[in-house]
Structure formats: C-alpha cells, structure tokens
C-alpha cells in the first residue's frame, strides 16, 4: 500500500471511532498518524522493514501493531470490525469538502444512501431534490452548501490532489505580492504545510499582519477565482481560477506571532507544544497565551517571543514535525538551518553540448551556464551531462566522445573567460566574480550495478553523479546490491544523483535498504544529492535527516537543464532544512580549494 493508501485507512478508522463515540483521545491518535504518514517522505512499507514503524510521529505502539499485521497479512482484522460497525457509503462523503463523520453518518442513514459507488450522485439528486433542507440540524443554507461542495469533489478539487511544493510556492508569492499592495500590510507569510516547506502541499493558506483588515480582505478576494467560498471579517476563502483553495487570515500587528506559530506547525508539533505549555500552567491559542490560572491573555507580535514565553528557542518552521525539535530547543542542541548564501556552487546541471546523451540535453550554453553561476556567486559549477548512449555506441565511441567533450569545453570555458575578463575591464567592475567549472558527468547505474561508461572514459572527468534511471521496480534486495555496486565501482564516483530516483505525483521511489546504502557512502566519503528539481525533491526529508544523524556528507543540486532551473536551489536548501541539515553536512558550501580536494579526494 502507499502512504496515502495508508493515510486515508488511518481516516477511515478515525472516523469510524468518531461515529461509534469512541475515547476521543484514540480518535485524535489516528488522525495524527494519518497526518504523519501523509507527509512523510519515505514509504511506510519501508520503515516497516527496517523496524522504524514507531520512529514514525504519531505511530504509538498499538497502530504500529496493526500496521505490522497489515504489511504481514495484507488487512488488520482490527480495523476490519471497527470499520464494519458503521454504513460503508460514509467514506466516499469525506471526500466532499465539509462533511465531516457526523455529518455523513446523518446523511446516510436518514437518506437511506446505502451503496458507497454511488452516493455522491445520490446524495446530489437529495439535495437538488430538496430533501436534506428539512433534516434536523441542516436547512436551506446547508443544502446548497453541500450541492456546491459536491461540485467542487466532481472537478477533481479536493483537498488529496496535493501539488508539488515549487508550485504552491509560486501560487503564493504571487498572492503575497497582490496583497502587499495594500497600505497598511505589515507583513505577509504562508501558513501550515507550505511555510514549513513540505513536499507536497494542498491549499495555499496565508497570513497578513495589519491594523486595517477589511482593505486587505477586499484586495484578496480582487486575486483571480472561480468563486468566493467565504469571506468575514477575520479573512477570505477563495477557489482560485487553477482549481486551488486560497484562505486568508488576518491579524493585529500585536498578536501577529501567536497567530503565525499556531498556524504554521504540523499537528503533532503544536500538540506537544501545548502539552509543554500545560505543564507550566499556559495555553496556547491563535491569539497568544492565557494564563490557566489567571485567564490573563498575553499577545506576542513574533514567534520568538511565542516560543520564549515557554521557555524555548526559535525553532525554524521547516523543524515543526515533532522529530524531537521541541526537546532540542529547551537542550539548545538545535541545527544552525543552512541558508542559500551558503552555497558556493551547484554541481549538477546539464549543458546543450550534445555528446550524444542516453537522456536529454540540457537548453543552455557553457557560456550562459557559467554566467549564470558567477551571477550567483558561485565559486564552482560542474557540468554533469548524461553519458553517451550505450546502445548506439561502441566503448571505442564512447570513449572518444568523453575525449573529445573535455577538449571541447576547455575551448568553451577559456572563450568565455576571456570574454568575461574584457568586459570587467571595461565596465571597471571588480565586484564580478568568475567561477570556475568541474567537468563531470552523470552517469546511469545499470540494473546489474555497472556504470553506464566505460572506466578508460573516466579517464577525461573530474567525477561523477552516478543515478539511477531505469528499472525501478526491482526487488529490494537486488537495488540494495545494485547501488552498493555502483558507489563502489571507480574512485571518481562521488556523488549519487537523486538517490529514491521518485517523481513526486507519478512515481515512488526504489525500494532499498537505505541503512546498508548510508554506510557503503559514508565509507567510500561519497555525498547523497538533495535533488531541488521540483518534481523530485530527493533525497527526502526523512532520509535526510537519516543521513545527517549518520554523519553521511551531502550536496544540494539543481539538475538544471535550462539556465532558470539554477534558481531552484532553494527548494534543495529546504529539503535540507527540514533534514536538520547545516552547511558543515553540505559539500558544495565548500569553498573551491577544499572543495576540489574532496571531489579529487586529495588529503
């Protein structure tokens, strides 16, 4: 099963519990394990196998039991009988925006909806029919409520089709910038997964500090949209022309910071923030932190001081996932996050030099792709162009092809050079930085664990990225064996490329056993790519954070085929973040002379 297959069980128990007025507190642990294992990077089919079910937040010993007996048997007869006890057609309806387990059960059995393959229809042709408005508890409003949700679940609109985070990222900047037109805006951030910069993400929520909320709500609700959805005098809710729901909240200037903070954490997060704050006598809400005894309300205008106030440090929003951050905040053993000024080059893009690929060529020149780079203030750039095809190449072809590539950009890069160093004459800038290049090559691991080039061609490259393209459905035995193969095939293997090889929406990753992989690279020193390209975000967070614990180096790359891709680095740098990586873990914040030694593996 995958992780949403996981997530949406875990729900249905939940709800399940939730109509037969079970502990409320066992309600809560299944929707904070739906919650984590939604979002969790790697797959719980794979944690199972290394024993790190429990290691998953919000996964108890009860739940990883019956998740044991899932994976053994393939069903829990556990959750097999909860789910029995209530009407089948009810979990269909928790798809539709606003109906909730309560509200479904009613609506199934006072309508008599009883076949789960047809009860959205069926519940369409009620409402339209006019039944729903005379149920206790509805009436009109809700009817046409209900007939406009149904709507929005036929178009495909609901909240599971999450969408890559670079794309909900530029969703909301665009917002953002709309909102910060406003005279009165103070600030302007996005909330809840998206802040914390999670792989995937459903609705775009942001938050607006200002004294003058009813501007700012009228200029959100001018952004491009199919419809209102709500509108009050705390906020906005929109469905955005591209099918997205947007959602607007605003605050005073004065109690901005609780609002931000209780918006911005995961649920588990702010779960174990409030079981802190109870022991001191505290709690928390969206407007601050009242006392329990007193009932005296203190408003805070920044998380710092949120945090504070509780006897914490600052902790970054991507660190919100109740990984232990809550106890590294009070032992002050927090990471220091790396930052993007910390990079110092990007080792992974491709060129238009066509040395007759196995994938596609990249868009841009040498010339633009290291004019680039030196705009970044990098100090390096490594041109890691796919291999030569083998199927349509000999080795001899092969390896005059790598000949003749490293000539080839020795001219490139000296013209372009030179050109640089006439212009800076001319202009007088001594601000312009030149970078320099490594000439590598991403080179494909064949199913059997050989690389796609011969090692006589390594001989004209600096290193390479070794990736998995192909073949990703072997068993996890035999990818294990395969990688191991390939890290320690040749000296000049210093990166892996992307490693799970995932493309988020479309394809989960290999199934390996990540332990073995980690030592084999931390043995031979060879660095796991954070790979910033927007489809694949990989290594994962959670492998990451592996990593890191492990003491395993990493670098953050691009993958850029086209000059504007290098400006997704930033994506890499949060997956790094949320790893609890610092820059002493990433390879590439090297400057170029340490650098070069390590790639040259040079004492």
């Not at 995958?2 to 399940?16: F, P, W």
């Not at 394990?33 to 990077?41: I, K, M, Q």
């Not at 802040?195 to 003058?212: F, H, L």
């Not at 660095?527 to 670098?555: F, H, Q």
Request: proline share 4%; net charge neutral.
């Amino acid at each position: 099963m995958t992780n949403l297959e996981i997530a949406e069980l875990l729900r249905k128990v939940a709800a399940a519990y939730l109509v037969l007025n079970e502990n409320r507190f066992r309600i809560i642990a299944y929707e904070r394990a739906a919650d984590s294992v939604e979002h969790l990077t790697s797959e719980v089919k794979d944690m199972w196998d290394d024993g790190k079910l429990e290691d998953i937040p919000g996964v108890g010993g009860g739940i990883a039991s019956q998740l044991n007996e899932l994976f053994r048997t393939g069903k829990s007869k556990h959750w097999n009988e909860v789910l029995s006890q209530v009407p089948q057609a009810i979990f269909p309806l928790l798809l539709v925006p606003g109906l909730g387990p309560k509200k479904a059960y009613t609506l199934v059995t006072e309508l008599k909806l009883k076949d789960a393959n047809t009860v959205i229809p069926d519940l369409e042709k009620a409402a339209k029919a006019g039944k729903i408005a005379p149920m206790e508890g509805f009436g009109d409003k809700s009817q046409s409520v209900i007939l406009d949700s149904i709507a929005i679940y036929k178009r495909g609109q609901i909240k599971e089709n999450r969408m890559p985070l670079p794309y909900a990222d530029e969703i909301a900047r665009e917002l953002i910038a709309h909102l910060k037109k406003v005279p009165g805006v103070i600030r302007v951030d996005a909330l809840g997964s998206l802040r914390r910069q999670v792989s995937t993400i459903g609705d775009i929520d942001i938050a607006v500090a200002t004294d003058k909320p009813e501007p700012v709500i009228s200029q959100f609700v001018k952004f491009s949209h199919q419809k209102i959805v709500d509108q009050g005098g705390s906020g906005a809710t929109l469905l955005l022309s591209n099918g997205r729901q947007a959602d607007l909240r605003v605050q005073s200037q004065k109690a901005y910071g609780a609002m931000l903070q209780y918006f911005t954490g995961s649920k588990n997060h702010n779960i174990r923030l409030r079981e802190l704050a109870l022991t001191k006598g505290m709690s928390l809400s969206e407007h601050g932190i009242k006392s329990v005894r007193t009932g005296k309300l203190t408003k805070y205008a920044t998380e710092e001081a949120f945090y504070k106030a509780i006897g914490l440090s600052y902790i970054s929003p991507e660190l919100r996932e109740d990984r232990g951050e809550i106890e590294a905040s009070r032992n002050g053993t927090l990471p220091k996050p790396i930052m993007l000024d910390d990079m110092k080059g990007d080792l992974h893009v491709h060129s238009s030099y066509d040395l007759e690929p196995s994938h596609d060529l990249g868009k841009n020149s040498v010339a633009e792709l290291m004019t680039k780079a030196s705009d970044l203030g990098y100090a390096y750039l490594g041109f890691s162009d796919h291999n030569p095809g083998i199927t349509n190449h000999s080795k001899e072809k092969i390896i005059d092809i790598m000949k003749r590539r490293r000539e080839k950009y020795e001219q490139l890069y000296t013209s372009w050079k030179n050109s640089v160093q006439k212009r800076t004459r001319l202009a007088e800038d001594s601000k312009s930085r030149r970078a320099q290049y490594f000439l590598m090559c991403e080179v494909d691991i064949l199913p059997d664990g050989k690389l796609a080039l011969p090692d006589e061609a390594l001989e004209y490259v600096d290193a390479v990225i070794v990736s998995v393209h192909s073949s990703f459905t072997q068993p996890k035995a035999q990818t294990t064996e395969r990688l191991v193969r390939a890290l320690t095939s040749h000296p000049k293997v210093r990166i892996l490329g992307h490693p799970t090889g995932r493309l988020l929406g479309s394809r989960e990753g290999i199934d390996a056993d990540w332990k073995e992989v980690f030592t084999v690279a931390k043995a031979h020193d060879i660095a796991l790519e954070i790979n910033a390209y927007p489809e694949r975000l990989d290594l994962p967070d959670t492998l990451v954070y592996d990593a890191v614990k492990m003491g395993i180096r990493l670098c953050i790359d691009t993958d850029a085929h086209a000059v504007e891709h290098m400006d997704l680095m930033r994506y890499g740098i949060s997956v790094a973040r949320r790893g609890w990586a610092s820059a002493h873990d990433i390879v590439n914040t090297l400057e170029y002379n340490e650098f070069y030694k390590w790639l040259a593996r040079k004492s």
